[in-house]
């Protein structure tokens, strides 16, 4: 299993959002996660990719622990949030730099900005970008080198139609290279398209 | 060396978050010491040992300190902007050092006077002592960790053994800023119940404070820095009119606030009706009464006012090495003054916008006001703050009677 989720509990402003949340994904499985506004899909991504702590429970990946401050395997994790709220003074090549010295890894290709569309604002400072811009941006940051687990919030918001279609096309080839990808939605027909396994987030539990 | 650029980027974003905080209190600060610490006045050696002499001192001097340097040390600490970079595959010492070294440059005033006064361990302290209390204060929950830090910071505060205080400051500030970083991003959620929970009244001041706080901190680090030089003239005119009665150094800060508070106020209130008039399209559309904004306005002003007085006061405790009575009278009767006065401005801002002659009958209210406060303080001594708290309440009484015009007329346009 290369994803493994257990017990994971959050408690926010005195609201525990995850209770003893658990999930398994296999290699290469694309898992959508449902749930109704402030259900804590959010919460959950935003612990698997390191930015909030979670108050108990453990996350593995490829058997290491991808919680905590010093967790190795989050070079092999990307993750983009919600708002796509990179640093807005960086250009969006600024920050693929950044990622990629980090995680040791090349910068972007050719081909991927032209997939993604970055060539037009490539340079622009992300507080002039618009939510679509961003997200593709964050995108980009986000597959760079050796990623298994790909965390997605949410992520045809602000997309226009082009852009859902690739970025579905993107996720079935990150599934077909092995990736594990969790996308948090409300979109049952992108689910559909990238062919997610889907899971409810609700009263803090994940359910299948 | 990969993990400098991304130290360089977070600089740059904990900078950007807290220069717009720490700049008018910085200024602030400039201005106040460069009168305080003039060739006439205290050195800092002294004003350090009055301070160590009197732990109340210390104590309301710290947490004077530990309220003014929160919003731009919180920004430098753990700037919301940086969180997006949290995902990436780089030890959180980086971010905690990089908002640390950032947070230390708000906390240089601090240091700077315990270090021309005590010496650079001494300065040390100070700065790691600050630092771990303003991220104790930007954490909530709190739990062991956060506890045992808050010790260490009292007894870096008020240990003798300077090398003692130095570790405690130390230790504090290791497990104050992990702590601080790891809350950032959930302090939201708890903020979003607002600072006086559910009540529409402490909902709307709050928002307008905060328009104020985020969107203009320079007025409001311009009222906070002439309400400070008036607590400066205080033991000077106290010396020069040979005043020792309590009571009579406590009418002469009443006048004294009366005249000084009220056009640096004039400043604050007027970005407070700045901050209601942003909001009003909100208050329609939810119902909100005119009675409840102008009082929420009031409120905000009022506080602003309050903020105001306490500085004065402080600053002339200090000044007048006051005992803790004498500090605590002082801090009683400006706060008042302050709050009443701040109240009472907003109403004619708000008079102001809904009157044709607009601009001018402010100014009008205020020189009024003002003139008012210092004839009555002459005349009654301390008694006349009940004539200025009751004529205040009086004036805001009839502010929120015309709330209705106001809304009408900012409705048309």
Request: net charge positive.
């Amino acid at each position: 299993m290369t994803l493994s989720i257990v017990d994971l509990d959050k408690r926010l402003g005195g609201r525990l959002v995850l209770d003893a949340a658990g999930l398994s994904a296999a290699r290469g499985e694309v898992v959508a996660i449902f749930g109704d506004n402030g259900a804590g899909k959010s919460t959950l991504l935003r612990i698997l990719a390191g930015v909030l702590d979670a108050d108990r429970g453990h996350a593995t990946l490829d058997g290491a622990s991808i919680l905590g401050p010093r967790a190795a395997a989050r070079a092999r994790v990307g993750y983009v949030p919600e708002a796509a709220d990179a640093p807005a003074h960086l250009s969006p090549r600024e920050l693929s730099a950044l990622v990629a010295a980090l995680k040791r890894v090349p910068p972007p290709d050719e081909a991927l900005l032209d997939r993604l569309g970055l060539r037009a604002y490539w340079d622009r400072p992300f507080g002039g970008l618009s939510l679509g811009q961003r997200r593709r941006s964050c995108l980009c940051a986000a597959i760079l080198g050796d990623v298994r687990l790909l965390l997605l919030d949410e992520p045809t918001n602000g997309l226009d139609a082009a852009g859902v279609r690739e970025l579905a096309g993107l996720v079935t080839e990150r599934r077909a290279a092995g990736t594990t990808v969790l996308v948090a939605t409300h979109d049952p027909g992108f689910a559909e398209a990238i062919g997610a396994t889907r899971v409810r987030l609700s009263a803090g539990k994940l359910e299948t | 060396m990969r993990h400098l650029a991304l130290a360089k980027i977070l600089v740059v974003l904990s900078m950007r978050a807290a220069y717009p905080l720490a700049a008018p209190l910085l200024l602030g600060i400039f201005l106040v010491a460069t009168v305080l610490f003039g060739p006439n006045g205290m050195s800092p050696p002294e004003a350090l040992a009055v301070m160590r002499a009197s732990p109340t001192l210390m104590t309301v001097l710290w947490a004077g300190w530990l309220m003014l340097g929160l919003p731009a040390a919180r920004a430098a600490l753990v700037p919301s902007s940086a969180t997006y970079l949290r995902w990436l595959p780089a030890p959180r010492l980086v971010f905690h050092l990089a908002g640390g070294v950032c947070a230390l440059v708000v906390e240089a005033p601090w240091m700077l006077l315990f270090g021309r006064g005590e010496g650079l361990l001494s300065a040390s302290t100070a700065g790691l002592a600050a630092l771990a209390g303003h991220a104790l204060a930007a954490t909530r929950p709190w739990g062991a960790q956060e506890a045992l830090a808050a010790a260490g910071v009292g007894l870096a505060v008020f240990g003798h053994l300077p090398p003692l205080a130095f570790g405690a400051a130390l230790v504090a500030a290791c497990l104050a800023v992990p702590a601080a970083f790891r809350r950032a991003p959930e302090v939201s959620s708890g903020a979003a119940r607002g600072f006086w929970g559910r009540s529409p009244l402490g909902a709307l001041a709050s928002t307008y404070l905060l328009g104020v706080l985020r969107g203009e901190p320079a007025v409001l680090g311009r009222a906070l820095a002439l309400a400070a030089l008036a607590g400066l003239i205080l033991p000077l005119a106290a010396r020069g009119h040979d005043l020792d009665a309590d009571t009579s150094i406590g009418a002469l800060a009443l006048g004294l606030a009366a005249v000084a508070l009220a056009p640096g106020l004039s400043g604050a209130v007027a970005a407070v009706v700045r901050a209601e008039r942003a909001a009003s399209w909100l208050c329609d559309a939810t119902g909100t009464a005119p009675r409840t904004r102008a009082l929420a306005a009031a409120l905000a002003g009022g506080l602003l006012g309050a903020t105001s007085g306490l500085v004065l006061a402080t600053v002339g405790a200090l000044g007048l090495h006051a005992p803790l009575a004498l500090a605590a009278r002082l801090v009683v009767l400006a706060v008042a003054s302050g709050f009443a006065t701040g109240a009472v401005l907003v109403g004619g801002a708000r008079e102001a916008e809904a009157s044709p002659r607009r601009g001018d009958r402010g100014m009008i209210e205020a020189l009024v006001w003002a003139a008012f406060g210092a004839a009555m303080a002459s005349l009654a001594g301390e008694l006349s703050l009940g004539m200025v708290l009751g004529v205040g309440i009086v004036r805001i009484g009839t502010a929120t009677r015309r709330a209705e015009v106001l809304r009408r007329i900012r409705g048309a346009a």
